[in-house]
T-cell receptor
């Protein structure tokens, strides 16, 4: 197991199209997080899961954003009707509940460019 | 509301000197955790150090130490003996009692030779 993997690494799309990102966490990790990061800014919380249960979704997110983790393993983040303001790096991270520090292990991110 | 504040957008430090990066947080939780992550220009997020809200001693990891002042709700990162490779963005983060993790806006550190 080599860590958290995200796919695709880069996505260029036209405004109005739908995009989906996939995240495969470290296999024994029960927590999974999604963040959005723009250049020079900190990761902005989007949503997180414990196993298959979505615990919280950011109130800043419009209804165009949805995330799932159907079997408590991989997760998908879908953005419908993309807008230019959605251009950003989308980061996925996982952790184990109950581990001493609960540190997040991050994937390399999926970069979205909306034209 | 739970929030992380990092008031130093950019910092410079001379190589081999120590530097302190500031972080304050706002929470009403009794149990929480504080992290520092480093993000070099390559983009990867690197975990540096962790402090639990009930830990009585300040955390240390090699050249990194966390100056935890619970009453003041601050968790400053101290990097000793700065190296050129320390040049990066540094993010303070907080894990809430429900395990949600939020990040601050970051501080850009530049180490000058």
């Amino acid at each position: 197991d080599t860590g958290v993997s995200q796919d695709p690494r880069h996505k260029i799309t036209k405004r109005g199209q739908n995009v989906t990102f996939r995240c495969d966490p470290i296999s024994e990790h029960n927590r999974l997080y999604w963040y959005r990061q723009t250049l020079g800014q900190g990761p902005e919380f989007l949503t997180y899961f414990q196993n298959e249960a979505q615990l919280e979704k950011s109130r800043l997110l419009s209804d165009r954003f949805s995330a799932e983790r159907p079997k408590g393993s991989f997760s998908t983040l879908e953005i419908q009707r993309t807008e230019q303001g959605d251009s950003a790096m989308y980061l996925c991270a996982s952790s184990i509940k109950g581990l001493n520090t609960g540190e997040l292990f991050f994937g390399e991110g999926s970069r979205l460019t909306v034209l | 509301a739970q929030k992380i504040t990092q008031t130093q957008p950019g910092m410079f430090v001379q190589e081999k000197e120590a530097v302190t990066l500031d972080c304050t947080y706002d929470t009403s939780d009794q149990s929480y955790g504080l992290f520092w992550y480093k993000q070099p220009s390559s983009g990867e997020m690197i975990f540096l150090i962790y402090q639990g809200s009930y830990d009585e001693q300040n955390a240390t990891e090699g050249r990194y130490s966390l100056n935890f002042q619970k009453a003041r709700k601050s968790a400053n990162l101290v990097i000793s003996a700065s190296q050129l490779g320390d040049s990066a963005m540094y993010f303070c983060a907080m894990r809430t009692s429900y395990d949600k993790v939020i990040f601050g806006p970051g501080t850009s550190l530049s180490v000058i030779p």
